[in-house]
């Protein structure tokens, strides 16, 4: 009896239908030799020329630079911060007397250098680690849960530490073995611990995407196998957490059932049990003070009250736990004006909006008694400006750290009190790092296959922009609500790339978050067509308007954004005059068998499933390659230890592209960074450098050296 065609379409791969399957192994000497051969020859055309060493040194005096803006977070009467330079590329955790930070006279004192660690214990062993988080416990803050990842992954160890003996705690909180754990504080000598068993259990209690299943009460003085199991998911669900709110006294938990959805719960002490909250699974909620808020993701019928997707609600906590469903809403989106973010001071909430990129900051201050209402307040923005809004401390007063930037504008940061409507001090500003006369940043639209408008910023030289083709590099990523357009400052981007005569582009394509949860819902699973359709209009409007041409205008985007830019290249290929492959997920054959693919499934798809691996395989760039096409010249980057998206996935496609005969293909595998380019500043410097110099190859033969 044959097999339906059906059937064999969506039959798992083998290494006899995948010749480069091999290429997926991880430890493997021919894998390894191949991976250097590769990142050789790429190195030697693109990473150590002459003018790369030089753009190295000037980016990574950028990252390193002294008079760079160092924020700070308060924890009590300190400032903390993390700092690197050239003495310590890794960083290190330091700390001043808060007063003398906002008064412009630090005086650093160094808590933990993470270059001065040495924790590995076999011979031989360079692993360079990279700190993950650093946990201070409340209100004493004189401890800390440290998470240190091996070079750069996704994957850590904990170790508790004493900030005042400048130690680790001998016989602490620790767990040696890397994995995917969460360790958090309850109280000094109680910690709640998602537990990533990998490395010592041949079974170990994981979900499908490898992250751990159950969260665990662990006490001080006591082994982690023995900690109670205290909240736990099913093995098909993708995350579960735990957390204790020293501030309130109140224990939440949350099982993640998709990468979108979750079950929420909060813990009734009078009888310990986990309650759910009673909302939609895509609902955001978080609490302040007496108030829970919730932003519904899709519209929630609340009989006899619809509330629209993307709105923002409040009610008091114990009436909403006792049954209350009268919302007060204080944002309603509109179709180009979104909910950005929300956070808050001790009685202020910052609730920022955006209207096509530009944000509008409305301060809330809830009600004083129950016969009062809501009571808003504009927050005073200069224009042409992006803000960001953090608390300074929260449970303390109203004060305020406000960063503002742009494209083109160094960044600034001011203290505010926002309880008061007095003027901003200025703590910090950046000098410029590079010559921006005569640059603008244009918002444009293009439009989609169906009629949709999309946005996009345009920067670089004004005289270039109309009518006088130059060199463009375009930018995208299209996936997982992820809002790339918000304005930040463009530093290393400006002297490499504007300001010797190149143009940028950036495209608010759908899939991402920029207008809403709607804008990422028109790309996602069996609608991912939508995406690159976008990133080609965009394309095509900067070709048609004179910004660029084919042949000088190349396309550049991360993990998602890398499949983006390939599938473009895939499909367009006569649109693009280079590609560059970041990080990328490009087999949608097997995505989910790999690192963490499986946590991917509600955003592309299920392989498994026969309609959706008819429309995967529609698109994937590795699956779609042919011999017979003339393709751009492309670069595929990856990263030995990215546990995130399996390097695979970017080695098999530039293997599969060479052996069909396509020259131009050029692949760099960064040998530690996790998910990016390196650990170090240098590294990350010399991997920029690299990527502009094969931009300024295949499309920028115009523009002006670097000095």
Excluded at 243 to 258: G, K, V
Excluded at 295 to 312: E, F, H, K, M
Aim: with cysteine.
């Amino acid at each position: 009896m044959f097999a339906s065609q059906s059937e064999i379409m969506w039959s798992p791969l083998d290494a006899a239908s995948d010749p480069y399957i091999g290429l997926e192994e991880l430890s493997n000497p021919a894998v390894d030799s191949w991976v250097c051969a590769q990142t050789a020859r790429t190195m030697a055309m693109y990473g150590n020329t002459t003018h790369a060493d030089v753009l190295t040194e000037r980016i990574a005096d950028v990252m390193l630079a002294q008079d760079r803006i160092a924020t700070c977070t308060r924890y009590g009467d300190w400032g903390y911060n993390i700092w690197n330079d050239q003495q310590h590329p890794l960083g290190f955790i330091r700390r001043t007397p808060w007063d003398a930070w906002v008064a412009s006279q630090p005086r650093w004192e160094t808590v933990l250098d993470i270059d001065a660690l040495d924790l590995n214990q076999r011979d031989g062993d360079d692993t360079r680690w990279v700190l993950a988080s650093f946990t201070l416990i409340y209100p004493t803050y004189d401890r800390a849960l440290v998470r240190l990842s091996p070079s750069g992954s996704d994957a850590c160890i904990v170790r508790e530490f004493d900030v005042g003996a400048r130690t680790f705690v001998k016989d602490g909180f620790q767990l040696p073995e890397p994995g995917h754990h969460q360790v958090t504080w309850i109280d000094r000598d109680t910690v709640y611990v998602e537990w990533d068993d990998s490395a010592v259990n041949a079974a170990p209690a994981v979900t499908v995407t490898g992250f751990p299943r159950q969260v665990r009460r662990w006490a001080r003085g006591t082994h982690i196998a023995d900690a109670p199991i205290v909240f736990e998911c099913e093995p098909g669900d993708l995350a579960v957490v735990a957390r204790y709110d020293p501030i309130y006294a109140r224990h939440r938990a949350s099982r993640s059932t998709t990468f979108f959805e979750a079950e929420r719960y909060w813990l009734d002490e009078s009888s310990n049990e986990w309650r759910r909250f009673d909302v939609q699974p895509d609902a955001g909620i978080f609490e302040w003070n007496e108030w829970l808020l919730v932003t519904p993701r899709t519209d929630w019928n609340v009989d006899p009250t619809i509330y629209s997707a993307g709105s923002l609600l409040v009610i008091r906590r114990d009436a909403f736990l006792e049954g209350d469903r009268h919302f007060t809403v204080l944002f309603v989106p509109s179709k180009t004006e979104v909910l950005s973010g929300v956070r808050y001071t001790k009685h202020l909430l910052m609730v920022t909006c955006r209207n096509e990129s530009v944000a509008r900051i409305t301060l809330w201050r809830s009600p004083a008694s129950p016969d009062s209402t809501w009571e808003a307040r504009a927050l005073s923005l200069p224009e042409g400006c992006e803000v960001s809004v953090t608390a300074v401390d929260w449970t303390r007063d109203d004060t305020a750290l406000i960063y503002l930037d742009h494209f083109l504008t160094p960044p600034a940061l001011y203290f505010a009190d926002l309880a008061e409507a007095a003027p901003w001090r200025l703590l910090r500003r950046l000098r410029p790092r590079f010559d921006s006369t005569g640059l603008v940043a244009l918002r444009r639209h293009a439009t989609a296959p169906d009629g949709v408008q999309i946005p996009y910023w345009l920067i670089g030289r004004e005289s270039n922009l109309e009518g006088n083709p130059q060199p463009c590099l375009l930018y995208g990523y299209g996936g997982y609500r992820v809002t790339v357009d918000r304005p930040h400052y463009l530093s290393t981007m400006g002297f490499s790339w504007l300001e010797p005569g190149g143009v940028y582009a950036i495209a608010s394509i759908r899939g991402g978050g920029e207008f809403g949860p709607e804008w990422h819902r028109a790309a996602q699973r069996e609608k991912r067509q939508v995406a690159f359709d976008d990133f080609t209009a965009v394309a095509q409007a900067l070709i048609s308007s004179g910004v660029t041409t084919p042949e000088r205008l190349a396309i550049r985007g991360g993990s998602d954004g890398g499949l983006l830019t390939a599938a473009c290249m895939i499909q367009r290929p006569e649109l693009f005059g280079a590609v560059i492959s970041e990080v990328p997920v490009l087999d949608m054959s097997r995505f989910n068998l790999l690192s963490m693919g499986a946590l991917w499934v509600d955003e592309f798809g299920n392989p498994d499933n026969p309609e959706h691996y008819r429309i995967l395989m529609g698109y994937s760039p590795y699956q779609n390659v042919k011999k017979d096409v003339s393709y751009p010249p492309v670069l595929f980057t990856s990263s030995s230890t990215d546990d995130r998206v399996h390097p695979g996935h970017a080695r098999k496609m530039a293997a599969k592209m060479q052996a069909l005969g396509h020259d131009e293909v050029w692949y760099m595998e960064h040998r530690d960074g996790g998910h990016g380019t390196g650990v170090e500043p240098e590294a990350r410097a010399r991997a920029s450098a690299t990527i502009f110099e094969f931009l300024r190859a295949k499309i920028g033969a115009s523009l002006r050296p670097v000095t």
